[in-house]
């Protein structure tokens, strides 16, 4: 994968992030209600949609600043991974506690399926596994420390 192609995937990974919490936090400041009418989960006082909308503004501030080359890549990847893992473990801390509490009132299929705070978590854990891919230097496809065929290692002497 060639870095300009890793760094448009991370870009459009963190945008569809900051769309989807942007919807959901405009929503409930706006209307003070929560999409279709899910129990909104709140932390430190605030809904939990707000601090989702903030880690994926900086994962995508970071993501854009990676791919202008305005930051170095190493330091890109270690925020990458930082942010969305806390956003994993935020979001996955929220999708249990809807879990349990659709185990005791009973399980309701929302209109996307899901709840939303799962489709932040399914956001973080992609963007989390992206940040362990590498771009090769020179746009190969194969992954670090693979030898690309007919590197030399392979080949027999004659």
Known sequence: MKQRTYDLVNVLLALAGVLFSG?????????????????????????ACYFGFGLFSALFITSVLA?????????AHYALRAVSLGGTLFAGYFVVQEF???????????????????YG??????IFAFSFRYPSAKGNESSPGEQ???????????
């Open 148 to 158: 690309p065929a007919g590197s030399g290692l392979s080949q027999a002497r004659h």
């Open 121 to 126: 978590l399914v956001f973080f854990l992609t």
């Open 23 to 47: 919807y959901l936090s405009a929503l409930r400041f706006l209307s003070s209600t929560c999409f279709a009418g899910e129990p909104c989960p709140f932390f430190l006082g605030y809904p």
């Open 100 to 118: 349990i509490r659709d185990l005791a009132g009973g399980f309701a299929i929302g209109p996307l399926g899901l709840p939303t705070c799962a």
């Open 67 to 75: 791919s202008a080359r305005k930051i170095p890549t190493q330091i």
